[in-house]
């Protein structure tokens, strides 16, 4: 039971560190878009894709980030028993 309960564990850990990779990605990509479109007056695909990158990092990051939390403090849970 124990070690089912620590692959379940681990594979959500995985996907939780999968999820904050892909939202702070878009963060990235968010940041460095800006930044070129506020060096080339800020063209009409660059306004897009910021727009576009910020809201996707505002939906996939939370999520990522509770999980994660989650998983730790059941992990210190379980050290504490």
Same mark, same amino acid.
């Given at each position: 039971? %124990?070690?089912? #309960?620590? +692959? =379940?564990?681990? +594979?959500?850990?995985?996907?939780? /560190? *999968? ?11 968010? #940041?460095?878009?800006? !930044? ?5 007056? !800020? ?5 897009? /894709? %910021?727009? @576009?990158?910020?809201? @996707? *990092?505002? #939906?996939?990051?939370?999520?990522? #980030? ?8 059941? *992990? =210190?849970?379980?050290? +504490?028993?």
């Amino acid at each position: 039971m %124990t070690d089912e #309960i620590a +692959r =379940r564990r681990a +594979r959500i850990a995985r996907l939780a /560190t *999968a999820g904050k990779r892909a939202g702070y990605l878009a963060l990235v990509v968010a #940041i460095v878009v800006f !930044f070129v479109g506020l060096a080339t007056d !800020f063209p009409r695909w660059s306004v897009v /894709t %910021t727009t @576009a990158a910020l809201v @996707a *990092a505002c #939906i996939i990051l939370p999520v990522p #980030i509770v999980v994660g939390y989650g998983v730790r403090a059941a *992990a =210190r849970d379980d050290m +504490r028993r």
